[in-house]
């Protein structure tokens, strides 16, 4: 139960970090403070650095196996994504594909990194 617990925060805090951030950034975008360009891009950006520190903190707080708590993250968040995509659009691309290997691969490093840290400062 407390493994529950400690995944769901970090899964909360990720979301919320995300839509704060997005928020902040369609505001930038909406009073032409940002262009296109610079939007769609951070929109990514934003993302995978949201889950990249989340899931160094994931890393972090695990025992061990950090390079599996990475995946359970990002399959997490990809079932997440996929379930708001098919409700609001029905269109699988390979963009999709690509942004869905960059999401494993950023939780994955996020949380190998984060568990080799708490290792060299214990």
């Given at each position: 139960?407390?493994y529950?617990?400690?995944?769901?925060?970090?899964?909360?805090?990720?979301?919320?970090?995300?839509?704060?951030?997005?928020?902040?950034?369609?505001?930038?975008?909406?009073?032409?403070?940002?262009?296109?360009n610079?939007?769609?891009?951070?929109?990514?950006?934003?993302?995978?650095?949201?889950?990249?520190?989340?899931?160094?903190f994931?890393?972090?707080?695990?025992?061990?196996?950090?390079?599996?708590?990475?995946?359970?993250?990002?399959?997490?968040?990809?079932?997440?994504?996929?379930?708001?995509?098919?409700?609001?659009?029905?269109?699988?691309?390979?963009?999709?594909?690509?942004?869905?290997?960059?999401?494993?691969?950023?939780?994955?490093?996020?949380?190998?990194?984060?568990?080799?840290?708490?290792?060299?400062?214990?």
């Amino acid at each position: 139960m407390n493994y529950l617990k400690k995944l769901g925060k970090i899964i909360i805090t990720t979301l919320l970090s995300i839509i704060i951030l997005g928020f902040i950034l369609t505001i930038l975008y909406y009073f032409d403070i940002i262009n296109n360009n610079i939007y769609n891009i951070m929109k990514m950006v934003i993302v995978i650095l949201s889950l990249f520190i989340n899931a160094f903190f994931l890393g972090k707080n695990s025992t061990k196996y950090g390079l599996v708590e990475g995946l359970k993250l990002g399959a997490i968040f990809l079932i997440i994504m996929f379930i708001i995509k098919i409700f609001t659009s029905n269109s699988f691309d390979i963009r999709t594909v690509i942004y869905s290997i960059i999401i494993l691969l950023t939780t994955s490093i996020g949380s190998v990194i984060g568990i080799n840290k708490k290792e060299i400062n214990s």
